[in-house]
C-alpha cells in the first residue's frame, strides 16, 4: 500500500496563492499516475489534475487550466499542487490520490488517499 500525507492548504484572498504538496511512501514503484481531486461541501469529489509518473505528462480539469500547475519531485516522492489565481469556487478540501491504471480522470482508477488538506479562498 502507498501512504499519502498532503500538506500545504489553509486560508488565502481571492488571486492569491497556494503550493500543496503530497509526499508518498511505501509502495509507490507500481504508481502510475499522481492526481489532486477536491470536494465542496455537498458536492462530489471532483478531479483536478494529474501526472503521469513516468513521462511526466499532466492533465488538468477546465475549471483550473492556465490557473493550477501540478509537478513531481521523484527523488522525494513528492507531488505538488501550484495553485495560482484562485478563486472563492476553488474551496475545497484537496485530496491527493495514485492510480495504477487509467482513465486518470475517474476516481475509480484511484485506490491510495490522502487525508485531505483544507483550502479556502476568502472574496
Known amino acids: 500500500q502507498v501512504q499519502l500525507v498532503e500538506s500545504g492548504g489553509g486560508l488565502v484572498q481571492a488571486g492569491g496563492s497556494l503550493r500543496l504538496s503530497c509526499a508518498a511512501s511505501?509502495?509507490?514503484?507500481?504508481?502510475?499516475?499522481m492526481g489532486w481531486f477536491r470536494q465542496a461541501p455537498g458536492k462530489e469529489r471532483e478531479f483536478v489534475a494529474a501526472?503521469?509518473?513516468?513521462?511526466?505528462?499532466?492533465y488538468y480539469a477546465e475549471s483550473v487550466t492556465g490557473r493550477f500547475t501540478i509537478s513531481r519531485e521523484k527523488v522525494k516522492n513528492t507531488v505538488y499542487l501550484q495553485m495560482n489565481s484562485l478563486k472563492p469556487e476553488d474551496t475545497a478540501v484537496y485530496y491527493c490520490?495514485?492510480?495504477?491504471?487509467?482513465?486518470?480522470?475517474?476516481?475509480?482508477?484511484?485506490?491510495?488517499w490522502g487525508q485531505g488538506t483544507q483550502v479556502t479562498v476568502s472574496s
Open positions: 490520490a495514485t492510480a495504477p491504471h487509467g482513465p486518470f480522470r475517474l476516481r475509480s482508477s484511484y485506490d491510495g
Open positions: 511505501g509502495r509507490t514503484f507500481s504508481t502510475y499516475v
Open positions: 501526472i503521469d509518473w513516468s513521462d511526466g505528462n499532466t
